[in-house]
């Protein structure tokens, strides 16, 4: 194995080892004017892909963002989709998907009940992260505002995974409302380098 050895001024070495590789391969330097940390148009592509580094672990790779913004409502105790939804294709099976939701305009409508909201990955149920948003034993309505959640997902994949939000009237016998009066919920999927 071939190495190049750059002595420091006053002590130290950094030594650059060149793997044993079939045929031969350049790396071309930029021009003494350039930055190489910052300037690599001209390095092989082989050394921009890949593996993360050690090192690396914990660095956001992309970031998807979506928002939803019409009201939904339900009578039933049995979950149904808000609308609010993102999908994201991970790009190591080892990342993590750091997920956030901010589910507004929630309303109590007459008679004994609440909204409740869940967090799902597909069709997997991954939390419920509100359980009877404004219930008042009251028939008065209730305009709640707004709950939200923040979710550390690893879905240990690299094919597309689709995150969203479901609701429910707890009570199952009054009008329960998301995005109630138009109001725009939002949710960000951030893949975490693993």
Do not use: C
């Not at 660095?59 to 009578?75: D, F, M, P, R």
């Not at 039933?76 to 956030?100: E, F, M, Q, R």
């Not at 329960?176 to 725009?184: E, I, K, R």
């Amino acid at each position: 194995m071939a190495s190049i050895k750059l002595r420091g001024d006053t002590s130290g070495e950094l030594v650059i080892e060149a793997p044993a590789v079939a045929g031969t391969n350049t790396l071309t330097l930029p021009a003494d004017t350039a930055n190489i940390l910052t300037d690599n148009s001209s390095l092989p592509a082989a050394n921009l892909t890949g593996s993360l580094p050690a090192g690396m672990g914990g660095k956001v790779l992309q970031v998807v963002n979506a928002t939803y913004g019409t009201s939904t409502t339900s009578t039933s105790s049995t979950y149904a989709d808000t609308g609010l939804t993102a999908t994201i294709t991970p790009s190591s099976a080892s990342s993590k998907i750091l997920v956030t939701v901010h589910q507004t305009g929630l309303i109590k409508t007459t008679n004994y009940t609440g909204v409740n909201l869940k967090l799902f990955r597909d069709a997997t149920e991954l939390l419920q992260f509100e359980d009877s948003a404004g219930q008042q034993y009251t028939t008065a309505w209730n305009f709640v505002g707004g709950s939200g959640t923040t979710y550390l997902d690893s879905p240990a994949t690299t094919s597309a995974v689709t995150y969203k939000t479901q609701f429910a009237s707890n009570g199952n016998n009054a009008t329960a409302y998301v995005n109630g009066f138009s109001a725009t919920s939002t949710i960000t999927l951030m893949e975490i380098a693993g």
